[in-house]
């Protein structure tokens, strides 16, 4: 576990992050609850209900900030992206081949990362990105994130990202996000900037 001020980064593997899976909750459940997001009790419960199969996933890692005495501050999460991924065909619009075609090592897939509100704009969310993807061998780093909720998607920016397009996680009948995509071969290292709603 590394420091900076009174919060302190952990990568994990799967197992770990099954075994923290409480505080991942507990993350989630505070960070998504209010808007553009209005997370249920329900929706919260489904969420981890799928987290162990996601920990089992291939490539996957976990990222965890706590304060000194051990009060969760952050999470980041993801795995690498199979194959045969509905990712790409959950766009509203398509893309070329080159840019969908996966091979189960190509791209990472960030699937959450999350501050809790006191914690934001003190620079956890780019610190917990910058561990999550620390070492990684994937060309490239996919996600989706809500349309409204604007910190979250200046963040990514000013990280690197660009948006790809617009899709539907889950299919049809999902809320319309947009997909980001970070080339690691492209990253400038060091260009981080916090915001104040991620951290």
Known sequence: MTGQGNVAMERMDGAAAVGAASTFRLIYAEAFAGPPYFETGEAVAAAFRRFPRQARSPGFRAALARTG??????????HLVPADTPWWRELTEPVPEAMSREDGRRTFGLMELAVREKWR?????????ATLLGGLTAERVLLNVHPASGPASAAYRSWGYRKVGEGRPGGEG????????LDLGRRLCGRTPRTPHLG
């Open 174 to 181: 999902a809320g319309l996000h947009d997909v980001m995509l």
């Open 121 to 129: 704009g003190q620079g956890v969310a780019r610190r917990l990105h």
């Open 69 to 78: 005495d051990g009060e969760p501050v952050g999470a980041a999460y993801g």
